[in-house]
């Protein structure tokens, strides 16, 4: 089930990505508002944030010891 939910969080991250990459190449053409764009960004960011977070920490193991 998580590598399910990871998948799908990848996916919904490249969509925002691309829907952001569109948005800048169209510029003020573009019919994103920035109400969107920022949500898309946040979603963007906070999976890269939480990316950060889950790479295991080198005190884990000598925790358990």
């Known amino acids: 089930m998580k590598a399910n939910f990871q998948h799908l969080n990848r ?5 925002a990505k691309e829907k952001l990459t ?5 510029g003020t053409k573009s019919n994103l508002s920035i109400f ?5 960004m ?12 889950q ?3 080198l005190f884990f ?3 358990l010891n």
């Open 22 to 26: 569109q948005h800048r190449s169209m």
């Open 42 to 53: 946040d979603a963007v960011k906070s999976n890269s944030d939480s990316e950060k977070n």
């Open 36 to 40: 969107q764009v920022a949500h898309l």
């Open 55 to 57: 790479l295991p920490s």
């Open 61 to 63: 193991s000598v925790g």
């Open 11 to 15: 996916n919904t991250i490249g969509v």
